[in-house]
């Protein structure tokens, strides 16, 4: 498996647990204990506030990952870059350039730093 394919996996991961509401989970034992999420509302999250707000929050109904691109930072860190489009039952999708950068540590890829900007 290339390390695209194995980011991807680990992003494609992460978005079915914002799709059946587990994300709180996913997310709280994926993140480094650093790690930040940097939204389009421009709030920056660290792991707890995380997993606490994706405990809350409703379920994407389906999701996309479109164009992602790697970016090699090393032997033990990497950015996926990409386009994602989610949307929920009712409502408007949601169109933004993502950026999830991972770390090796203990022997699997966590997330370190997460970032969104709304495409325009």
Not at 47 to 58: E, G, M, N, Q
Not at 99 to 110: I, L, M
Request: with cysteine; charged share 25%.
């Amino acid at each position: 498996m290339t390390l695209l394919e194995e980011l991807l996996a680990l992003e494609h991961a992460g978005w079915r647990s914002l799709c059946d509401a587990t994300g709180g989970d996913f997310y709280g034992r994926t993140m480094t204990d650093d790690a930040l999420m940097v939204l389009v509302d421009g709030s920056v999250l660290d792991r707890d506030a995380v997993a606490a707000s994706l405990s809350d929050a409703p379920p994407w109904a389906s999701y996309e990952i479109v164009e992602p691109r790697l970016l090699a930072l090393g032997d033990d860190a990497a950015s996926l870059v990409y386009t994602g489009v989610a949307r929920r039952e009712q409502g408007e999708d949601f169109v933004a350039r993502m950026a999830s950068t991972y770390v090796r540590e203990g022997g699997g890829w966590r997330l370190a730093l997460y970032q969104q900007t709304l495409r325009p």
